[in-house]
T-cell receptor, first 115, second 111 residues
Framework: ETGVTQTPRHLVMGMTNKKSLKCEQH?????MYWYKQSAKKPLELMFV???????ENNSVPSRFSPECPNSSHLFLHLHTLQPEDSALYLC??????????????FGPGTRLTVL | EDKVVQSPLSLVVHEGDTVTLNCSYE??????LLWYKQEKKAPTFLFML????IEKKSGRLSSILDKKELFSILNITATQTGDSAVYLC???????????FGQGTRLTINP
């Protein structure tokens, strides 16, 4: 596979469930990102990892818990979510965080619905 | 606080028309401005602009940056129905090591 892949593509969960979103990049990049895209709002950066170390956390609620075991994989663990957390969650990667060339390659996203 | 504002938010034109999309920004430490096209899910990269006044061109699409007035435009000539998408503008904040995105412009091309 090439590029950035995300699983699952669609997820429906109840507020008491625990689930995880997975992202994998096959580009040899060192930085990975989680974004949230809600209807009619700009893309919101949630987390940035550079060389498996978190460098940015934009005041995201603790019910979202990221994990980056290596530079190719990124997880977003979800628990006790709220209906307003329903959104498209996009993963992206780039060569380096903070580099002069910061083109980010995006995955297809996970459409999350919280009931 | 970093801010990126795109206009218009929505635009509907006929095939063959030329469109201009706008992006203005306020960023503490500007490094570059990027344009993305989002059709279904994943945004795909179009252009990265770092210098004022130098036009980037790819087929019918072109873009230019004005770092003095803090804006960029994306032009699409001879539009086709396949150009229908949300166009996202993002600015790379050098200090914060992150991209700040605008709300996007939803472009619809009618046959």
């Amino acid at each position: 596979e090439t590029g950035v892949t995300q699983t699952p593509r669609h997820l429906v969960m109840g507020m008491t469930n625990k689930k995880s979103l997975k992202c994998e990049q096959h580009l040899g990049h060192n930085a990975m990102y989680w974004y949230k895209q809600s209807a009619k709002k700009p893309l919101e950066l949630m987390f940035v990892y550079s060389l498996e170390e978190r460098v940015e956390n934009n005041s995201v609620p603790s019910r979202f818990s990221p994990e980056c075991p290596n530079s190719s994989h990124l997880f977003l663990h979800l628990h006790t979510l709220q209906p307003e957390d329903s959104a498209l969650y996009l993963c992206a990667s780039s060569q380096r965080a903070g580099a002069s060339y910061n083109e980010q390659f995006f995955g297809p996203g996970t459409r999350l619905t919280v009931l | 606080e970093d801010k990126v504002v795109q206009s218009p938010l929505s635009l509907v034109v006929h095939e063959g028309d030329t469109v201009t999309l706008n992006c203005s920004y306020e960023v503490t430490n500007f490094r570059s401005l990027l344009w993305y096209k989002q059709e279904k899910k994943a945004p795909t990269f179009l252009f990265m602009l770092t210098s004022s006044g130098i036009e980037k061109k790819s087929g019918r699409l072109s873009s230019i940056l004005d770092k003095k007035e803090l804006f960029s435009i994306l032009n699409i000539t001879a539009t086709q129905t396949g150009d229908s998408a949300v166009y996202l503008c993002a600015v790379d904040d050098q200090g914060a090591q992150k991209l700040v995105f605008g709300q996007g412009t939803r472009l619809t091309i009618n046959p």
